[in-house]
T-cell receptor
Framework: EDKVVQSPLSLVVHEGDTVTLNCSYE??????LLWYKQEKKAPTFLFML????IEKKSGRLSSILDKKELFSILNITATQTGDSAVYLC?????????????FGTGTRLKVLA | DGGITQSPKYLFRKEGQNVTLSCEQN?????MYWYRQDPGQGLRLIYY???????QKGDIAEGYSVSREKKESFPLTVTSAQKNPTAFYLC?????????????FGPGTRLTVL
């Protein structure tokens, strides 16, 4: 059975701290790994990773994928209260000619002022 | 403006009633997806569709039904057979060809069964 596991489940930090969120997976026919930020309603897209070892970066956020060890990390440096959200990891898999995404349970990040 | 719309935003239903959640997209995406999210949990896949007139069951399809008669529309019916339907429902779409594409999400519908 395909599985995506995120850790930690929740995290409380102070503004300015750096955090690392983890996503490990066990799936058949891996195609991509995506990170989303969900504040109150719809998740918003952060990154899509398909190749090992290539860091994707956007401002204070960065992410990297390790396809050998089957995990990805999302780093947030110099955290701000606006970073408080649930961060979701999703893995895209292809199966019998179709394509779907399997989500982890998310990491709830709270950044204190 | 291109995007995905879901309606209604909030929905209340009595036990034993079927309800239909709307999802429309004008992004010209081939693939559409329905997810359910419960408090403190991630997204679980209900149904998905890669092309018109074709759809597949996800991990938790029991008690739900869908149709895909038009590329732009993918309505979800929550039937009375769904034992615990109170949840937040998210619709998403993506470009199908080429596989590696991000999903775009609608704003969601929060369903409460009274």
């Amino acid at each position: 059975e395909d599985k995506v596991v995120q850790s930690p489940l929740s995290l409380v930090v102070h503004e300015g701290d750096t955090v690392t969120l983890n996503c490990s997976y066990e799936v058949t026919n891996f195609r991509s790994l995506l990170w989303y930020k969900q504040e109150k309603k719809a998740p918003t897209f952060l990154f899509m990773l398909t190749s090992s070892g290539i860091e994707k970066k956007s401002g204070r956020l960065s992410s990297i994928l390790d396809k050998k060890e089957l995990f990805s990390i999302l780093n947030i440096t110099a955290t701000q209260t606006g970073d408080s959200a649930v961060y979701l990891c999703a893995v895209g898999v292809s199966t019998s000619g179709t394509y779907k995404y399997i989500f982890g349970t998310g990491t709830r990040l709270k950044v204190l002022a | 403006d291109g995007g995905i719309t879901q309606s209604p935003k909030y929905l209340f239903r009595k036990e034993g009633q079927n309800v239909t959640l709307s999802c429309e997209q004008n992004l010209n995406h081939d693939a559409m997806y329905w997810y359910r999210q419960d408090p403190g949990q991630g997204l679980r896949l209900i149904y998905y569709s890669q092309i018109v007139n074709d759809f597949q069951k996800g991990d938790i399809a029991e008690g739900y039904s869908v149709s895909r008669e038009k590329k732009e529309s993918f309505p979800l019916t929550v039937t009375s057979a769904q034992k615990n339907p109170t949840a937040f429902y998210l619709c998403a779409s993506s470009v199908y060809r080429g596989y590696n594409n991000e999903q775009f999400f609608g704003p969601g519908t929060r369903l409460t069964v009274l």
